[in-house]
RNA sequence: GGACACCGGGUUCC
DNA sequence: GGAACCCGGTGTCC
Protein backbone atom coordinates (compact mmCIF):
# COMPACT_ATOMS: atom_id res chain seq x y z
CA UNK A 1 0.00 0.00 0.00
CA UNK A 2 2.75 2.42 0.92
CA UNK A 3 4.95 1.50 -2.37
CA UNK A 4 4.41 3.34 -5.56
CA UNK A 5 1.53 3.11 -7.59
CA UNK A 6 2.44 2.52 -11.39
CA UNK A 7 0.47 3.89 -14.33
CA UNK A 8 -1.53 6.28 -11.94
CA UNK A 9 -0.74 9.74 -11.59
CA UNK A 10 -1.64 10.92 -7.87
CA UNK A 11 -2.79 14.63 -7.31
CA UNK A 12 -3.16 16.22 -4.17
CA UNK A 13 -5.18 19.62 -3.63
CA UNK A 14 -5.97 22.18 -1.70
CA UNK A 15 -7.28 25.94 -1.38
CA UNK A 16 -7.51 29.10 0.89
CA UNK A 17 -8.74 32.36 1.15
CA UNK A 18 -7.98 34.69 3.05
CA UNK A 19 -10.67 36.09 4.40
CA UNK A 20 -13.22 33.78 3.10
CA UNK A 21 -13.99 35.80 0.43
CA UNK A 22 -10.76 37.52 -0.48
CA UNK A 23 -7.81 37.13 -2.04
CA UNK A 24 -6.95 33.32 -2.36
CA UNK A 25 -4.71 30.80 -3.76
CA UNK A 26 -4.31 27.19 -5.13
CA UNK A 27 -1.76 24.32 -4.56
CA UNK A 28 -1.01 21.12 -5.69
CA UNK A 29 0.73 18.17 -5.69
CA UNK A 30 1.07 15.72 -8.75
CA UNK A 31 2.91 12.58 -8.01
CA UNK A 32 3.81 9.86 -11.26
CA UNK A 33 5.99 6.88 -10.82
CA UNK A 34 8.99 8.14 -8.96
CA UNK A 35 8.42 12.38 -10.39
CA UNK A 36 7.11 14.62 -7.84
CA UNK A 37 5.41 18.10 -9.06
CA UNK A 38 4.04 21.24 -7.25
CA UNK A 39 1.52 23.73 -8.92
CA UNK A 40 -0.05 26.82 -7.32
CA UNK A 41 -1.67 29.81 -8.00
CA UNK A 42 -3.46 32.92 -6.72
CA UNK A 43 -5.86 35.29 -6.98
CA UNK A 44 -5.51 38.90 -5.61
CA UNK A 45 -9.53 40.00 -6.48
CA UNK A 46 -11.93 38.87 -3.91
CA UNK A 47 -12.71 35.10 -4.59
CA UNK A 48 -13.68 32.56 -2.84
CA UNK A 49 -12.36 29.39 -0.89
CA UNK A 50 -14.66 26.96 -3.16
CA UNK A 51 -13.38 28.58 -6.53
CA UNK A 52 -9.98 27.81 -4.96
CA UNK A 53 -10.73 24.34 -4.31
CA UNK A 54 -11.84 23.58 -7.50
CA UNK A 55 -8.85 25.50 -9.22
CA UNK A 56 -6.71 23.58 -7.80
CA UNK A 57 -7.58 20.04 -9.18
CA UNK A 58 -8.27 21.91 -12.65
CA UNK A 59 -5.28 23.35 -12.98
CA UNK A 60 -3.45 19.67 -12.03
CA UNK A 61 -5.52 17.81 -14.70
CA UNK A 62 -4.88 20.78 -17.24
CA UNK A 63 -1.25 20.32 -17.11
CA UNK A 64 -1.59 16.51 -17.62
CA UNK A 65 -0.08 16.48 -21.43
CA UNK A 66 -2.11 13.39 -22.31
CA UNK A 67 -4.81 11.04 -20.61
CA UNK A 68 -3.40 9.14 -17.50
CA UNK A 69 -5.37 7.27 -15.24
CA UNK A 70 -5.40 9.90 -12.20
CA UNK A 71 -6.19 9.22 -8.35
CA UNK A 72 -7.36 13.01 -7.51
CA UNK A 73 -7.04 13.73 -3.84
CA UNK A 74 -9.59 16.74 -1.75
CA UNK A 75 -10.52 17.70 1.19
CA UNK A 76 -13.53 19.80 0.34
CA UNK A 77 -17.02 17.20 -0.08
CA UNK A 78 -17.94 20.57 -2.20
CA UNK A 79 -15.34 19.31 -4.97
CA UNK A 80 -15.93 16.09 -5.00
CA UNK A 81 -19.95 15.78 -4.51
CA UNK A 82 -20.17 18.08 -7.32
CA UNK A 83 -17.62 16.14 -9.96
CA UNK A 84 -18.81 12.76 -8.72
CA UNK A 85 -22.35 13.25 -9.20
CA UNK A 86 -23.80 16.73 -9.11
CA UNK A 87 -22.60 17.93 -12.14
CA UNK A 88 -24.34 15.23 -14.45
CA UNK A 89 -27.80 16.51 -12.89
CA UNK A 90 -26.69 20.08 -13.25
CA UNK A 91 -26.21 19.51 -17.28
CA UNK A 92 -29.34 17.80 -17.26
CA UNK A 93 -31.52 20.36 -15.35
CA UNK A 94 -29.90 23.17 -16.76
CA UNK A 95 -27.66 24.45 -13.97
CA UNK A 96 -29.69 24.64 -11.01
CA UNK A 97 -29.31 23.33 -7.42
CA UNK A 98 -32.38 21.02 -5.35
CA UNK A 99 -33.77 24.75 -4.79
CA UNK A 100 -34.21 25.82 -8.20
CA UNK A 101 -31.37 28.37 -7.99
CA UNK A 102 -28.11 28.87 -10.67
CA UNK A 103 -26.09 26.56 -9.47
CA UNK A 104 -22.95 29.08 -8.63
CA UNK A 105 -19.21 28.47 -10.25
CA UNK A 106 -20.91 27.43 -13.13
CA UNK A 107 -17.65 28.14 -15.30
CA UNK A 108 -15.40 26.26 -13.08
CA UNK A 109 -17.55 23.07 -13.46
CA UNK A 110 -17.72 23.19 -16.67
CA UNK A 111 -13.58 23.50 -16.69
CA UNK A 112 -13.46 21.03 -14.45
CA UNK A 113 -15.70 18.85 -15.53
CA UNK A 114 -14.31 18.59 -19.48
CA UNK A 115 -10.78 18.62 -18.14
CA UNK A 116 -11.56 15.33 -15.68
CA UNK A 117 -13.50 13.73 -19.16
CA UNK A 118 -9.68 13.39 -20.89
CA UNK A 119 -8.81 11.35 -17.93
CA UNK A 120 -9.62 8.37 -16.14
CA UNK A 121 -10.35 9.39 -12.66
CA UNK A 122 -10.97 8.40 -9.15
CA UNK A 123 -11.99 11.30 -6.48
CA UNK A 124 -11.23 11.07 -2.79
CA UNK A 125 -11.81 12.46 -0.07
CA UNK A 126 -9.52 13.42 2.78
CA UNK A 127 -10.22 15.39 6.24
CA UNK A 128 -8.20 18.28 6.29
CA UNK A 129 -5.84 19.09 8.89
CA UNK A 130 -5.29 15.45 10.03
CA UNK A 131 -1.82 14.88 9.17
CA UNK A 132 -2.38 13.61 5.64
CA UNK A 133 1.40 14.83 5.09
CA UNK A 134 0.55 15.60 1.21
CA UNK A 135 -2.63 17.84 1.72
CA UNK A 136 -0.46 19.82 4.53
CA UNK A 137 1.95 20.52 1.25
CA UNK A 138 -0.94 21.16 -0.94
CA UNK A 139 -2.13 23.58 1.78
CA UNK A 140 1.04 25.24 2.25
CA UNK A 141 1.48 25.58 -1.66
CA UNK A 142 -2.17 27.49 -2.01
CA UNK A 143 -1.34 29.85 0.74
CA UNK A 144 2.23 30.17 -0.91
CA UNK A 145 0.12 30.86 -4.23
CA UNK A 146 -1.94 33.82 -2.58
CA UNK A 147 0.93 35.85 -1.14
CA UNK A 148 2.77 35.16 -4.44
CA UNK A 149 -0.15 36.98 -6.24
CA UNK A 150 -0.70 39.31 -3.45
CA UNK A 151 3.07 40.52 -3.76
CA UNK A 152 3.49 40.61 -7.67
CA UNK A 153 0.38 43.08 -7.81
CA UNK A 154 2.07 44.95 -5.33
CA UNK A 155 0.16 43.85 -2.12
CA UNK A 156 2.69 43.12 0.91
CA UNK A 157 1.98 40.56 2.24
CA UNK A 158 1.32 40.89 6.40
CA UNK A 159 4.68 39.41 7.71
CA UNK A 160 3.11 36.86 10.41
CA UNK A 161 -0.38 35.64 10.48
CA UNK A 162 -2.01 38.88 10.17
CA UNK A 163 -4.94 38.87 8.69
CA UNK A 164 -4.59 39.75 4.78
CA UNK A 165 -6.38 42.94 4.11
CA UNK A 166 -9.00 42.40 0.88
CA UNK A 167 -8.03 45.46 -1.67
CA UNK A 168 -10.59 47.81 -0.72
CA UNK A 169 -14.10 49.30 0.57
CA UNK A 170 -14.24 46.78 3.62
CA UNK A 171 -13.57 49.63 6.49
CA UNK A 172 -16.62 52.33 6.34
CA UNK A 173 -17.04 55.59 7.08
CA UNK A 174 -18.34 54.57 10.56
CA UNK A 175 -17.30 57.68 12.12
CA UNK A 176 -20.02 58.79 13.19
CA UNK A 177 -21.21 56.61 15.61
CA UNK A 178 -24.46 55.73 13.95
CA UNK A 179 -23.91 52.40 14.46
CA UNK A 180 -27.13 51.26 12.55
CA UNK A 181 -26.59 48.29 10.53
CA UNK A 182 -22.77 47.65 11.48
CA UNK A 183 -23.22 44.60 13.19
CA UNK A 184 -19.09 44.33 13.99
CA UNK A 185 -17.92 44.46 17.28
CA UNK A 186 -16.17 48.04 17.46
CA UNK A 187 -13.31 46.62 19.88
CA UNK A 188 -9.67 47.25 18.91
CA UNK A 189 -7.29 43.76 19.21
CA UNK A 190 -3.95 44.04 20.31
CA UNK A 191 -2.60 43.97 17.43
CA UNK A 192 -4.28 47.46 16.89
CA UNK A 193 -7.14 46.40 14.34
CA UNK A 194 -10.46 46.15 14.02
CA UNK A 195 -12.41 42.60 15.85
CA UNK A 196 -13.95 41.17 12.73
CA UNK A 197 -16.32 39.54 14.85
CA UNK A 198 -19.74 40.19 15.01
CA UNK A 199 -21.08 42.31 17.97
CA UNK A 200 -24.10 42.17 20.68
CA UNK A 201 -26.21 45.00 21.38
CA UNK A 202 -23.57 46.45 23.04
CA UNK A 203 -21.77 46.86 20.02
CA UNK A 204 -18.92 44.36 21.28
CA UNK A 205 -18.53 40.64 20.30
CA UNK A 206 -19.10 38.07 23.09
CA UNK A 207 -15.64 38.45 23.84
CA UNK A 208 -14.63 41.61 24.05
CA UNK A 209 -18.56 42.33 26.10
CA UNK A 210 -17.22 40.78 28.97
CA UNK A 211 -14.19 39.53 29.29
CA UNK A 212 -11.24 41.78 28.38
CA UNK A 213 -12.85 45.24 27.90
CA UNK A 214 -11.16 48.18 29.60
CA UNK A 215 -14.04 49.55 30.71
CA UNK A 216 -12.45 52.72 32.24
CA UNK A 217 -15.23 55.59 31.59
CA UNK A 218 -14.16 57.56 28.41
CA UNK A 219 -14.36 61.69 28.86
CA UNK A 220 -17.90 61.39 27.28
CA UNK A 221 -18.30 58.95 30.01
CA UNK A 222 -19.08 55.89 27.82
CA UNK A 223 -17.08 52.99 28.30
CA UNK A 224 -13.46 52.43 26.92
CA UNK A 225 -13.55 49.61 24.85
CA UNK A 226 -10.20 48.89 23.94
CA UNK A 227 -9.62 44.67 24.37
CA UNK A 228 -6.79 44.92 26.76
CA UNK A 229 -6.75 41.00 28.41
CA UNK A 230 -8.36 42.26 31.29
CA UNK A 231 -7.58 45.23 32.76
CA UNK A 232 -7.65 48.66 32.07
CA UNK A 233 -6.02 49.95 28.33
CA UNK A 234 -2.62 51.85 28.14
CA UNK A 235 -4.79 54.92 28.01
CA UNK A 236 -6.41 54.45 31.61
CA UNK A 237 -3.82 52.87 33.39
CA UNK A 238 -4.53 52.79 37.21
CA UNK A 239 -8.43 52.52 36.72
CA UNK A 240 -9.88 50.31 39.02
CA UNK A 241 -13.44 48.62 38.02
CA UNK A 242 -16.28 48.97 41.15
CA UNK B 1 -7.26 45.43 47.13
CA UNK B 2 -4.78 43.71 49.44
CA UNK B 3 -6.27 43.90 52.76
CA UNK B 4 -8.65 41.22 53.81
CA UNK B 5 -12.44 40.47 52.61
CA UNK B 6 -14.23 39.82 55.56
CA UNK B 7 -16.75 37.04 55.31
CA UNK B 8 -15.43 36.08 51.28
CA UNK B 9 -12.90 33.07 50.52
CA UNK B 10 -10.48 34.10 48.04
CA UNK B 11 -9.03 31.43 45.58
CA UNK B 12 -6.64 31.47 42.93
CA UNK B 13 -5.91 28.79 40.64
CA UNK B 14 -4.06 27.91 37.84
CA UNK B 15 -3.05 24.67 35.69
CA UNK B 16 0.14 23.26 33.96
CA UNK B 17 0.91 20.06 31.39
CA UNK B 18 4.10 19.57 30.32
CA UNK B 19 4.03 18.71 26.94
CA UNK B 20 0.49 19.76 26.59
CA UNK B 21 -1.19 17.45 25.83
CA UNK B 22 0.79 14.94 28.52
CA UNK B 23 1.22 14.85 32.77
CA UNK B 24 0.14 17.64 34.05
CA UNK B 25 -1.22 19.26 37.65
CA UNK B 26 -2.94 22.02 39.30
CA UNK B 27 -2.97 24.62 42.23
CA UNK B 28 -4.94 26.62 44.39
CA UNK B 29 -4.73 29.37 47.13
CA UNK B 30 -7.49 29.97 49.57
CA UNK B 31 -7.46 32.78 51.42
CA UNK B 32 -10.21 33.31 54.34
CA UNK B 33 -9.77 36.03 56.59
CA UNK B 34 -6.32 35.55 58.27
CA UNK B 35 -5.92 31.72 57.25
CA UNK B 36 -4.30 30.35 53.65
CA UNK B 37 -4.64 26.88 52.51
CA UNK B 38 -2.50 25.79 49.37
CA UNK B 39 -3.60 22.83 47.44
CA UNK B 40 -2.35 20.94 44.52
CA UNK B 41 -2.69 17.68 42.91
CA UNK B 42 -1.34 16.39 39.53
CA UNK B 43 -2.21 13.53 37.12
CA UNK B 44 0.26 11.26 35.12
CA UNK B 45 -1.74 10.12 32.36
CA UNK B 46 -2.02 12.12 29.55
CA UNK B 47 -4.56 15.06 30.32
CA UNK B 48 -4.61 18.51 28.91
CA UNK B 49 -4.38 22.18 30.07
CA UNK B 50 -7.41 23.05 30.11
CA UNK B 51 -8.46 20.04 32.47
CA UNK B 52 -5.92 20.91 34.84
CA UNK B 53 -7.17 24.56 34.41
CA UNK B 54 -10.79 23.03 35.56
CA UNK B 55 -9.63 20.93 38.62
CA UNK B 56 -8.09 23.88 40.27
CA UNK B 57 -11.02 25.76 41.17
CA UNK B 58 -12.95 22.19 41.13
CA UNK B 59 -10.81 21.13 44.13
CA UNK B 60 -10.92 24.32 45.38
CA UNK B 61 -14.58 24.55 45.96
CA UNK B 62 -15.41 21.20 46.79
CA UNK B 63 -12.86 21.53 49.61
CA UNK B 64 -15.22 24.36 51.57
CA UNK B 65 -17.37 22.02 54.00
CA UNK B 66 -20.36 24.68 53.44
CA UNK B 67 -21.89 27.59 51.78
CA UNK B 68 -19.86 30.94 51.53
CA UNK B 69 -19.35 33.60 49.35
CA UNK B 70 -16.18 33.42 47.09
CA UNK B 71 -13.59 35.07 44.87
CA UNK B 72 -12.76 33.00 42.64
CA UNK B 73 -9.52 34.10 40.35
CA UNK B 74 -7.97 32.10 37.32
CA UNK B 75 -5.88 33.35 33.95
CA UNK B 76 -7.98 31.05 32.08
CA UNK B 77 -10.87 32.82 29.90
CA UNK B 78 -11.76 29.31 29.05
CA UNK B 79 -12.72 28.36 32.69
CA UNK B 80 -14.42 31.97 33.42
CA UNK B 81 -16.03 32.20 29.98
CA UNK B 82 -17.30 29.19 30.27
CA UNK B 83 -18.59 28.71 34.16
CA UNK B 84 -19.82 31.96 33.70
CA UNK B 85 -21.98 31.81 30.35
CA UNK B 86 -21.40 29.22 27.81
CA UNK B 87 -22.36 26.09 30.37
CA UNK B 88 -25.82 28.10 30.99
CA UNK B 89 -26.40 27.57 27.14
CA UNK B 90 -24.43 24.38 27.00
CA UNK B 91 -27.18 22.60 29.69
CA UNK B 92 -29.62 23.91 27.26
CA UNK B 93 -28.50 22.29 24.44
CA UNK B 94 -27.46 18.93 25.37
CA UNK B 95 -23.87 20.23 25.49
CA UNK B 96 -23.12 20.82 22.05
CA UNK B 97 -20.43 23.60 21.09
CA UNK B 98 -21.56 26.37 18.55
CA UNK B 99 -20.11 24.30 16.22
CA UNK B 100 -22.77 21.28 16.94
CA UNK B 101 -19.35 19.18 18.01
CA UNK B 102 -19.79 17.79 21.84
CA UNK B 103 -18.58 20.13 24.53
CA UNK B 104 -15.04 18.82 25.86
CA UNK B 105 -14.24 17.80 29.38
CA UNK B 106 -18.44 17.55 30.05
CA UNK B 107 -17.20 15.85 32.91
CA UNK B 108 -15.02 18.93 34.78
CA UNK B 109 -17.55 21.10 33.64
CA UNK B 110 -20.30 19.37 35.59
CA UNK B 111 -18.66 18.84 38.46
CA UNK B 112 -17.59 23.04 38.14
CA UNK B 113 -20.96 23.86 37.99
CA UNK B 114 -22.28 21.59 40.93
CA UNK B 115 -19.58 22.83 43.47
CA UNK B 116 -19.66 26.40 42.26
CA UNK B 117 -23.86 26.01 43.32
CA UNK B 118 -23.43 25.44 46.23
CA UNK B 119 -21.38 28.84 47.03
CA UNK B 120 -21.71 32.50 45.72
CA UNK B 121 -19.24 32.61 43.22
CA UNK B 122 -17.86 35.61 41.62
CA UNK B 123 -15.25 34.71 38.69
CA UNK B 124 -12.61 37.40 37.99
CA UNK B 125 -9.67 36.67 35.24
CA UNK B 126 -6.51 37.91 35.65
CA UNK B 127 -3.78 37.61 33.22
CA UNK B 128 -1.07 34.86 33.77
CA UNK B 129 2.53 35.59 34.51
CA UNK B 130 1.76 39.45 35.12
CA UNK B 131 3.46 39.81 38.47
CA UNK B 132 0.11 38.98 39.96
CA UNK B 133 1.88 37.11 43.19
CA UNK B 134 -1.16 34.71 44.42
CA UNK B 135 -1.69 33.26 40.08
CA UNK B 136 2.15 32.78 40.33
CA UNK B 137 1.80 30.77 43.41
CA UNK B 138 -0.72 28.64 42.28
CA UNK B 139 1.30 28.17 39.14
CA UNK B 140 3.98 26.82 41.55
CA UNK B 141 1.42 24.61 43.19
CA UNK B 142 0.33 22.94 39.60
CA UNK B 143 4.07 22.61 38.92
CA UNK B 144 4.60 20.66 42.21
CA UNK B 145 1.32 18.62 42.04
CA UNK B 146 2.40 17.58 38.88
CA UNK B 147 5.98 16.30 39.66
CA UNK B 148 4.76 15.13 43.17
CA UNK B 149 2.33 12.73 40.80
CA UNK B 150 5.28 11.78 38.51
CA UNK B 151 7.18 10.82 41.40
CA UNK B 152 4.31 8.69 42.78
CA UNK B 153 4.63 7.25 39.84
CA UNK B 154 7.83 6.32 39.73
CA UNK B 155 8.75 8.86 36.93
CA UNK B 156 11.28 11.33 37.87
CA UNK B 157 10.24 14.79 36.87
CA UNK B 158 13.04 16.35 34.18
CA UNK B 159 15.04 19.01 35.45
CA UNK B 160 13.87 21.97 33.17
CA UNK B 161 11.20 21.53 30.67
CA UNK B 162 13.11 18.87 28.95
CA UNK B 163 11.61 15.83 27.50
CA UNK B 164 11.80 12.31 29.28
CA UNK B 165 13.71 10.37 26.89
CA UNK B 166 14.04 6.51 27.52
CA UNK B 167 17.51 4.46 26.44
CA UNK B 168 17.32 3.23 22.90
CA UNK B 169 17.66 -0.04 24.23
CA UNK B 170 13.94 -0.82 24.09
CA UNK B 171 13.57 -0.50 20.22
CA UNK B 172 13.21 -4.24 20.12
CA UNK B 173 9.96 -4.74 20.71
CA UNK B 174 9.87 -8.67 20.02
CA UNK B 175 10.35 -10.93 22.98
CA UNK B 176 7.00 -12.23 23.08
CA UNK B 177 4.15 -9.87 21.33
CA UNK B 178 1.72 -11.20 23.80
CA UNK B 179 1.78 -9.09 26.00
CA UNK B 180 -0.59 -10.20 27.93
CA UNK B 181 0.12 -9.66 31.81
CA UNK B 182 3.11 -7.21 31.31
CA UNK B 183 1.37 -3.86 31.95
CA UNK B 184 3.78 -1.87 33.39
CA UNK B 185 6.09 0.37 30.87
CA UNK B 186 9.26 -0.98 29.57
CA UNK B 187 11.30 2.05 29.02
CA UNK B 188 13.75 3.22 31.74
CA UNK B 189 14.62 6.59 33.19
CA UNK B 190 17.13 8.63 33.14
CA UNK B 191 18.46 7.83 36.79
CA UNK B 192 17.88 4.19 35.12
CA UNK B 193 15.18 3.05 37.10
CA UNK B 194 12.50 1.04 35.53
CA UNK B 195 9.62 3.22 34.55
CA UNK B 196 6.35 2.01 37.30
CA UNK B 197 3.83 3.63 34.54
CA UNK B 198 1.35 0.80 32.85
CA UNK B 199 2.24 0.45 29.42
CA UNK B 200 -0.24 0.95 26.43
CA UNK B 201 -0.45 -2.02 23.87
CA UNK B 202 2.87 -0.81 22.39
CA UNK B 203 4.64 -1.46 25.89
CA UNK B 204 5.55 1.79 26.49
CA UNK B 205 3.56 4.31 28.78
CA UNK B 206 1.77 7.53 27.54
CA UNK B 207 4.87 9.27 28.21
CA UNK B 208 7.70 7.45 26.82
CA UNK B 209 5.20 5.86 24.13
CA UNK B 210 4.75 9.57 22.31
CA UNK B 211 7.94 10.85 22.98
CA UNK B 212 9.82 8.20 21.23
CA UNK B 213 8.11 7.32 18.53
CA UNK B 214 9.20 8.17 14.79
CA UNK B 215 6.03 10.51 14.13
CA UNK B 216 6.56 10.89 11.08
CA UNK B 217 3.26 11.26 9.11
CA UNK B 218 2.41 7.71 7.06
CA UNK B 219 0.52 7.45 3.53
CA UNK B 220 -2.53 7.40 5.17
CA UNK B 221 -2.02 9.88 7.38
CA UNK B 222 -1.78 8.14 11.06
CA UNK B 223 1.65 8.82 12.63
CA UNK B 224 4.08 6.35 12.63
CA UNK B 225 4.86 4.11 15.80
CA UNK B 226 8.06 2.95 14.87
CA UNK B 227 9.82 3.38 18.13
CA UNK B 228 12.92 5.02 17.87
CA UNK B 229 14.50 6.38 20.80
CA UNK B 230 14.07 10.27 19.63
CA UNK B 231 14.03 11.22 15.52
CA UNK B 232 12.67 9.67 12.91
CA UNK B 233 12.84 6.31 11.78
CA UNK B 234 14.64 4.71 9.15
CA UNK B 235 12.16 4.89 6.76
CA UNK B 236 11.23 8.33 7.60
CA UNK B 237 14.71 9.62 7.39
CA UNK B 238 14.87 13.01 6.82
CA UNK B 239 10.98 13.71 7.99
CA UNK B 240 10.80 16.49 10.27
CA UNK B 241 8.18 17.09 13.19
CA UNK B 242 6.04 20.10 13.00
C1' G C 1 -31.86 20.26 9.10
C1' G C 2 -27.10 17.96 7.53
C1' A C 3 -21.99 17.96 5.59
C1' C C 4 -17.26 19.61 4.16
C1' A C 5 -14.09 23.43 3.66
C1' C C 6 -12.36 28.48 4.38
C1' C C 7 -11.62 32.52 7.59
C1' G C 8 -11.79 36.12 12.04
C1' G C 9 -11.15 36.62 17.49
C1' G C 10 -9.51 35.27 22.57
C1' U C 11 -7.05 32.91 26.57
C1' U C 12 -4.02 29.41 28.47
C1' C C 13 -0.45 25.43 28.04
C1' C C 14 4.16 24.22 25.66
C1' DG D 1 6.27 26.97 15.46
C1' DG D 2 2.08 23.72 17.95
C1' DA D 3 -1.92 21.99 21.23
C1' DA D 4 -5.98 22.73 24.12
C1' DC D 5 -10.49 25.05 24.04
C1' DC D 6 -14.07 28.48 23.20
C1' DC D 7 -16.73 32.36 20.54
C1' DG D 8 -18.11 34.62 15.77
C1' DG D 9 -18.69 34.36 10.55
C1' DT D 10 -18.82 32.89 4.85
C1' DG D 11 -18.69 29.60 0.81
C1' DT D 12 -21.49 25.83 -1.11
C1' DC D 13 -24.02 21.63 -1.73
C1' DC D 14 -27.77 18.02 -0.32
Redesign the pocket.
Known sequence: MAGENPGVVEIYT?????????P?GWGAVLRYGGHERELSGGEVER???????LMAPIQALETLTRPARVDVYT????V???IT??VT??KANGW????K?????VDLWQRLAAAAARHEVEWH???????HPENERA?RL??AGMHAALRTAGIEPPP?????RPPRSFTQPSDSGMAGDS?Q?R?T???G?R????ARPSGL????DH??QCGAPKKNGEPCAI????GPCAAHRGYRRS
Do not use: F
Open positions: DGACVPNPGGTTNNRMEDSTYRGGGWKWLTSEKPVANWVKGHSGDALERQAVGCATRQRCAVSCHVHEVATGG
